[in-house]
């Protein structure tokens, strides 16, 4: 339900890495919302130089056509709990 109501079908949902496996899934298989990548690590995705890293990923999405609706920030983050 949250990806219908924020995202339309093709869109993605930007996160952080490494993330709860089945986002793709959960966001996928029925709204049709793509997940985006931020390329960070376990124990930093959660420091300040993680906006670095979420405008890289934006500035790439833009590049490669794909539009970013929302971002998701998980805590805990799974897998890690942190």
Request: glycine share 8%; aromatic share 10%.
């Amino acid at each position: 339900m949250l990806a219908f109501a924020l995202a339309e079908a093709g869109d993605s949902i930007l996160t952080t890495r490494p993330v709860y496996g089945r986002y793709e899934l959960d966001f996928g298989i029925k709204a049709g919302v793509k997940v985006w990548y931020a390329d960070t690590y376990g124990r930093t995705c959660f420091q300040p130089d993680v906006i670095e890293a979420l405008e890289t990923a934006m500035i790439i999405a833009v590049k490669n056509g794909t539009k970013i609706r929302a971002m998701l920030i998980v805590n805990p983050n799974n897998p890690l709990g942190m």
